[in-house]
């Protein structure tokens, strides 16, 4: 399944989600002037290793792109992706920022 295709951006929530079974996946987000930060993703055990996880961390860049944001990744698995695609987002990290090691 094209997971990316399933996400719903819940701005009152200030999540990316994706719902599964009645499952909810989900990345928050906290948008600045010039940035926005991931500080948090859930994907429940019960639908995790699908994709899904990768699909709200896409889905996440393609916003801050089109928004014409700037990234700071503080959730672990957000800045793993980050760092794994530095070649598609490594444009979008906030300057200063750094992605771990």
């Known amino acids: 399944m094209n997971w990316i295709d399933q996400v719903v951006n819940n701005e009152g929530e200030h999540r990316f989600e994706i719902t599964v079974d009645d499952q909810t996946s989900f990345a928050e987000y906290l948008l600045r002037k010039d940035f926005v930060v991931y500080p948090h993703t859930v994907v429940p055990k019960a639908i995790g290793g699908n994709g899904i996880g990768e699909a709200l961390a896409t889905y ?4 801050a792109r089109e928004q014409g944001l700037k990234v700071k990744p503080y959730c672990p698995f957000i800045a793993k992706f980050m760092k794994d695609n530095l070649n598609l987002y490594g444009d ?3 300057d200063g920022f750094r992605l771990p090691s």
Do not use: D, S
């Open 92 to 94: 979008l990290l906030a």
């Open 60 to 63: 996440a860049m393609n916003y």
